[in-house]
């Protein structure tokens, strides 16, 4: 899922706020925040925009704002961005894998929370 991908490389991206080494912050930083951005841009134009109705229109608001928030975080060097789309891309990918358990079917007494995104 692409979802994992970029959960993936953010996680690696945290990683390089631990290091000490200048060269290695900065590149681990960058070249994991890029490739998140990588997958969150084909996320975003896989959306259906003309038979998605709200839906792809929310998801594709979500994406940019994903996407301006990790180039922030990528130009300033500071991880804020890096957990909040971390945070939201986690939202999403369990949100996919509960529906698809359930055979794409909404599951009982779980409310969608992308409304605050």
Known sequence: MLYDGAIRFLDRAGTGFLLDDQV???????????????????????LDMKRGGEFSVTMRQLYNYMDRRLNESNIQKEPEGIK?????????????????????????GVQPVLAHA
């Open 24 to 46: 290695e912050f900065n590149e681990t930083i960058s070249n994991n925040v890029i490739k998140a951005q990588a997958i969150i841009a084909e996320l975003n134009q896989a």
């Open 84 to 108: 909040d789309t971390l945070h939201r891309l986690t939202v999403l990918r369990d949100a996919w894998q509960q529906m698809l358990q359930h055979g794409g079917q909404p599951v009982p």
